[in-house]
């Protein structure tokens, strides 16, 4: 059952996300050149919508799927890490035209550019967890 209400929330998600047309590469290069508001707009209510989540999550003490508290833990700053990771997720987001979620509908839709990100993303995952033990924390 809960596999179900996975899929289908994902579902609905990428929906949004086509609709929005958060996938398209020209959106994506509005937003970086300040021509259209319509990525900060969708960026700015995802942004909403979780302080919205968190603030029910807080005061209605709601509970994960597996019926246990939901806490909220602090993080510290982390300037450097935010910093760097930013700017490298930031320049795969420009090179490819697409972030992270977007890259399964531009699989979806048949771009070649959806796959190559997908494997880009992967290598930087297997980069970071060989990397990340050589770091300073």
């Known amino acids: 059952m809960k596999a179900l209400l996975f899929i289908t929330l994902g579902f ?7 609709y929005a047309e958060a996938f398209h590469w ?5 937003m970086f050149h300040f021509k259209s508001f319509h990525m900060f707009g969708l960026l700015f209510s995802a942004i909403g919508t979780a302080a919205l989540g968190l603030l029910l999550i807080k005061r209605l003490n709601i509970k994960n799927v597996k019926g246990e508290s939901i806490e909220l833990k602090k993080k510290p700053m982390a300037f450097y890490s935010n910093f760097f990771g930013g700017l490298i997720f930031g320049a795969g987001w420009g090179i490819s035209g697409a972030c992270a979620a977007p890259l399964f509908i531009l699989i979806g839709f048949n771009w070649k550019i959806g796959l190559i990100g997908v494997l880009g993303a992967l290598l930087g995952a297997f980069l970071y967890g060989f990397v990340k033990p050589k770091l300073r924390h």
């Open 12 to 18: 609905l998600f990428a929906s949004i996300l086509i």
């Open 26 to 30: 020209q959106r994506i290069q509005e």
